[in-house]
């Protein structure tokens, strides 16, 4: 009797001090986005409207957009005239077809001395390597290779490449442990060769609701084109993580005077969820995240609120901001022209901007 009695204290005592234990782990930089008078970015008057648009990214002179078409899934734009030059991604079941094609963190690399697009197919954790150059010129997808993300165990997740060692690392979202009656924090793994190292970012989760914490942990990562760091930015909480591949750790950075994991205002969130960062793009010198500054009731209905694009450098510190004077939902960056395009998954239309007037680094 006794024996259990212990047992059952240190039980109390353990889940006890497991809700007390900070939720996030990692260092936190702070960065004030409060007092910054923004400059207006004027859009070029240039307009692709495309039907049935969901995502954009841009690489090496082209814009690539991903749509509803089963003709072709992926359309490959020229960034100097704007034209079309490639129909991708057909639908079907082959090799080098798509059930429902997307590019969950719009990677490029290359693989084979071949410049290589990152395409997820819907159900299932193949990664197929999209040859790019040679897709181009014989305007059919061409796979280089294809892989399979090490996610089996979980729900949903983001996964990105690292080449050079044969790496992948990998967002896991919030999931319910069936054999232990419980739901875990997200995750962020590095996998080598099936063995999996975490890199330890939350203690517990938030004390919130299930639907507002699948809501609240949503975000957008990106790997920085040199592949030693990614980004996870979160998309209705005020901050960023940066991940060292290397060095397998990493920092978070928090918009000032807003909500933290360890104490998030739920009169706040029921009230309405404001947008910390509904897109990003990287470079090897910036993260660019697209930023609402505003409610999703106000972004997503009809004012007219325009995003603020906020650079950061790869250690966290704030660089500079752009209003943009259309209301957008993605970015894309083509570094050889230095256009900037974002998308309305509203109305259809994607804007074009030039970048090459903003002093960045």
């Known amino acids: 009797m006794k024996n259990k009695v ?28 409060y007092d910054d008078k923004y400059d207006t970015l004027t859009n070029n008057n240039i307009s692709i409207k495309e039907l049935g648009a969901s995502s954009i990214y841009a690489h090496n002179g082209f814009l690539f957009v991903e749509r509803n078409d089963p003709k072709s899934q992926l359309l490959v734009y020229s960034c100097q005239d704007n034209e079309p030059v490639a129909y991708l991604c057909v639908k079907g079941r082959a090799k ?182 509904l897109d990003v793009y990287t470079t090897n010198n910036y993260i660019a995240i697209l930023s609402p500054n505003n409610s999703v009731t106000n972004y997503y209905g009809q004012m007219d609120c325009f995003p603020i694009l906020r650079f950061f450098d790869w250690d966290g510190n704030y660089l500079k901001g752009v209003v943009l004077d259309k209301k957008i939902h993605e970015i894309a960056f083509d570094e050889i022209s230095k256009k900037l395009y974002g998308l309305n998954i509203i109305s259809e239309e994607i804007i074009q901007y030039d970048l090459s007037y903003v002093n960045l680094p």
């Open 6 to 33: 212990i047992m059952g204290f240190l039980l109390l005592l353990t889940v006890v001090s497991c809700h007390n234990s900070p939720v996030l782990l990692l260092p936190t930089k702070e960065q004030s986005l």
């Open 96 to 277: 080098n077809e798509f059930n429902s094609a997307h590019s969950y963190c719009k990677q490029f690399m290359t693989i084979n001395g071949k410049e290589c697009l990152l395409m997820g197919d819907e159900k299932s954790l193949d990664i197929k390597m999209i040859d790019i150059d040679n897709s181009l010129a014989h305007n059919s997808t061409v796979i280089e290779d294809v892989k399979q993300v090490p996610l089996p165990t979980r729900n949903s997740g983001y996964s990105v490449y690292i080449t050079d060692h044969n790496e992948w690392f990998n967002h896991n979202l919030l999931y319910i442990n069936s054999l232990e009656g419980y739901m875990e924090a997200p995750k962020f793994t590095i996998t080598t060769n099936e063995k999996e190292k975490e890199i330890k970012t939350f203690g517990n989760i938030m004390d919130l609701t299930e639907d507002k914490l699948y809501v609240l942990y949503q975000g957008k990562m990106r790997i920085k084109p040199d592949e030693t760091k990614v980004v996870f930015a979160y998309i209705g909480m005020p901050f960023f993580f940066i991940y060292d591949i290397k060095k397998h750790n990493g920092i978070a950075v928090h918009d000032s005077l807003k909500m933290t994991f360890d104490n998030p205002d739920e009169k706040e969130i029921n009230n309405d969820i404001d947008l910390f960062a």
